[in-house]
């Protein structure tokens, strides 16, 4: 147990161990350690980045859907009031139609009626004429009560 | 057992002694043959066995840690590196927690080294104590001691080491101005010159002292529990059946202090260091 130069050969060795470790063991391990750490703090943030993201889009989703229905229900609600306005017109048209034709057939009706007057009228006048004259034969001068006969006449 | 021709005082020191490599009293270079050719070698001789395991077990954390570090990946670590890393984070940590003195590439590699090779060389503890000497009989070489801690000069080495780094700190940061005041200064003013001076010399002198025998002393205790336990596996049967369970205790005992004593050399080296980095007010 005595001291002698071996101290020194300890220190030495000692220092190259030293070193060599601070040179080749120690910075590459802790680089990876870091570099891992890193990584694993970037991971832990891109989680953190598409959870928000998927939320917002959610909600979007959500936001896209409820205008969608909004818009649906206003064109259906558009829609029936279209129909209901064509019902409308349809139905004006056709009372329209029905009265135009209407009046068409009253006028012919009057019209036939008018000529189917004129005409018993004329044959009245004729019948009467033809009457009087086998009632009065000879005295009756055609031209001379033809006036006055024609007068009756215009009052049927 | 390789006491059986001796006297139990023999086979302790038989065990307590070094292979010193060194110039014999003859003039001729060589091995010590006796712990007194040994001692008579003076200052300029080398324990070979201290300085060889120490060596093989520095450079085997070396190589272990170093293929570690070359496969670093930030991705998914296989189980050697998951080891590396989670010692690494360990010191990284102990580092975070001691040491103040803000960015310092030097302290945390030291800090590992430290802590790995000391609780290497105090592993060496653990492996029965006749195991290795004998084999180094059988190849010629009358002395080996396995375990470097329990020699002063391995502790010491580092130690000094350690306190050269201190003092080298100390100047760095605090100036000689800075560094000298903090010795004379303190803690009696500067009117307690002297005595402050006697003070903080025995302070800093303590640092490295007590560093190196606080290792030393804890191995060679244990080391040397080991030997008497040894010596019981031939006083009979049934001392050596008791000795086998002491040996087992022992040994799993021990296997906290060596870990601890590791852990005790790094934190102080870590707050010594810390101290030189600090400005006195």
């Known amino acids: 147990m005595n001291i002698n130069a071996t101290l020194i050969g300890q220190s030495i060795t000692f220092a190259v161990f030293v070193w060599f470790c601070m040179r080749y063991i120690w910075p590459?391990?802790?680089?990876?350690?870091?570099?891992?750490?890193?990584?694993?703090?970037?991971?832990?943030?891109?989680?953190?980045?598409?959870?928000?993201?998927?939320?917002?889009?959610?909600?979007r989703a959500a936001e896209t859907l409820h205008e969608a229905k909004v818009k649906a229900a206003e064109?259906?609600?558009?829609?029936?009031?279209?129909?209901?306005?064509?019902?409308?017109?349809?139905?004006?048209?056709?009372?329209?139609?029905?009265?135009?034709?209407?009046?068409?057939?009253?006028?012919?009706?009057?019209?036939?009626?008018?000529?189917?007057?004129?005409?018993?009228?004329?044959?009245?006048?004729?019948?009467?004429?033809?009457g009087a004259e086998k009632v009065l034969r000879r005295e009756v001068d055609a031209k001379a009560h033809a006036e006055l006969l024609e007068a009756i006449a215009k009052e049927i | 057992m390789a006491g059986e021709a001796h006297t139990s005082a023999d086979y302790i020191r038989h065990h307590l002694q070094n292979l010193a490599f060194g110039q014999r009293p003859d003039g001729t270079w060589g091995l010590a043959h006796s712990p007194e050719e040994a001692q008579a070698m003076g200052f300029w001789s080398l324990h070979l066995d201290t300085l060889g395991v120490s060596i093989v077990l520095g450079v085997l954390?070396?190589?272990?840690?170093?293929?570690?570090?070359?496969?670093?990946?930030?991705?998914?670590?296989?189980?050697?590196?998951?080891?590396?890393?989670?010692?690494?984070?360990?010191?990284?940590?102990?580092?975070?927690?001691?040491?103040?003195?803000?960015?310092?590439?030097?302290?945390?590699?030291?800090?590992?080294?430290?802590?790995?090779?000391?609780?290497?060389?105090?592993?060496?503890?653990?492996?029965p104590i006749d195991w290795i000497p004998g084999l180094m009989s059988a190849l010629g070489l009358p002395y080996f001691k396995l375990v470097p801690t329990t020699d002063p000069n391995a502790t010491f080495g580092m130690s000094i080491a350690v306190f050269l780094l201190v003092l080298y700190y100390s100047f760095k940061i605090k100036g000689v101005g800075g560094f000298a005041a903090e010795l004379a200064l303190h803690p009696f003013g500067k009117w307690g010159m002297p005595?402050?001076?006697?003070?903080?010399?025995?302070?800093?002198?303590?640092?490295?002292?007590?560093?190196?025998?606080?290792?030393?002393?804890?191995?060679?205790?244990?080391?040397?529990?080991?030997?008497?336990?040894?010596?019981?596996?031939?006083?009979?049967?049934?001392?050596?059946v008791m000795a086998?369970?002491?040996?087992?205790?022992?040994?799993?005992?021990?296997?906290?202090?060596?870990?601890?004593?590791?852990?005790?050399?790094?934190?102080?080296?870590?707050?010594?260091?810390?101290m030189a980095h600090q400005e006195h007010h």
């Open chain 2, 195 to 240: 005595a402050n001076l006697f003070l903080e010399l025995i302070n800093l002198i303590a640092k490295p002292v007590s560093l190196a025998l606080r290792l030393f002393g804890n191995l060679y205790a244990g080391e040397m529990i080991f030997i008497l336990i040894a010596l019981l596996f031939s006083a009979g049967i049934g001392w050596g």
């Open chain 2, 61 to 127: 954390f070396l190589y272990l840690f170093r293929k570690a570090a070359v496969n670093a990946t930030a991705g998914v670590p296989g189980p050697w590196q998951n080891f590396v890393e989670w010692v690494v984070e360990f010191i990284d940590t102990s580092v975070r927690g001691s040491f103040s003195g803000g960015r310092n590439l030097l302290i945390a590699p030291l800090a590992l080294t430290i802590f790995i090779w000391i609780f290497l060389l105090n592993l060496m503890d653990l492996v």
């Open chain 1, 28 to 59: 590459p391990i802790v680089n990876a350690l870091e570099t891992r750490r890193k990584q694993i703090a970037d991971g832990l943030a891109a989680a953190e980045r598409g959870r928000h993201e998927q939320e917002l889009a959610a909600k």
């Open chain 2, 244 to 274: 086998g369970f002491l040996q087992l205790g022992w040994a799993i005992f021990h296997i906290l202090i060596i870990t601890l004593q590791a852990f005790i050399f790094m934190t102080l080296t870590i707050v010594y260091l810390d």
């Open chain 1, 75 to 130: 064109i259906i609600g558009q829609a029936e009031k279209r129909a209901a306005q064509i019902i409308d017109e349809a139905k004006a048209a056709a009372k329209a139609e029905g009265d135009r034709l209407l009046a068409a057939a009253q006028a012919e009706i009057e019209q036939e009626a008018h000529r189917a007057r004129e005409q018993l009228r004329a044959q009245v006048a004729a019948l009467v004429v033809a």
